[in-house]
């Protein structure tokens, strides 16, 4: 059985399907994801630009990168483990901030 079973079924003019539909291409979600996200009180962004993955990736493989020098550093005890840490959160937190800024939907204020 479906989770959504309830139809629902309203109108709207041609400017405001127009205005609905541009909404919803530049999210990259169906018309139908969109409007639940509006529902619960959050408003998709945009798709993210086509070199966000690109550079998503770039910084993934510096943090996977960071990891193996900083687990062959530490065992050979060679390292300020403290100062590596807090460079890693840093990363950690760059990266975070960027998917929140570019991906991730707010809520209605």
Same mark, same amino acid.
């Given at each position: ?10 109108? @709207? ?6 205005? @609905?539909?541009? &909404?919803? &291409? &530049? ?7 969109? @409007?639940? #996200? @509006? ?20 910084? #993934? ?47 209605? &204020?």
């Amino acid at each position: 059985m479906r989770k959504r079973n309830v139809p629902i079924m309203f109108r @709207l003019n041609r400017k405001e399907a127009e205005a @609905l539909d541009k &909404k919803v &291409k &530049k999210s990259g979600i169906s018309r139908e994801a969109y @409007l639940r #996200h @509006l529902i619960t009180g959050v408003v998709p962004k945009d798709a993210p630009p086509p070199d966000y993955y690109s550079m998503m990736r770039e910084l #993934h493989k510096v943090g996977n990168n960071l990891n193996q020098i900083a687990k062959k550093a530490n065992a050979l005890n060679v390292i300020d483990v403290k100062r590596y840490d807090e460079t890693v959160k840093e990363y950690e937190r760059v990266v975070q901030s960027i998917v929140e800024a570019v991906v991730l939907p707010q809520g209605i &204020k």
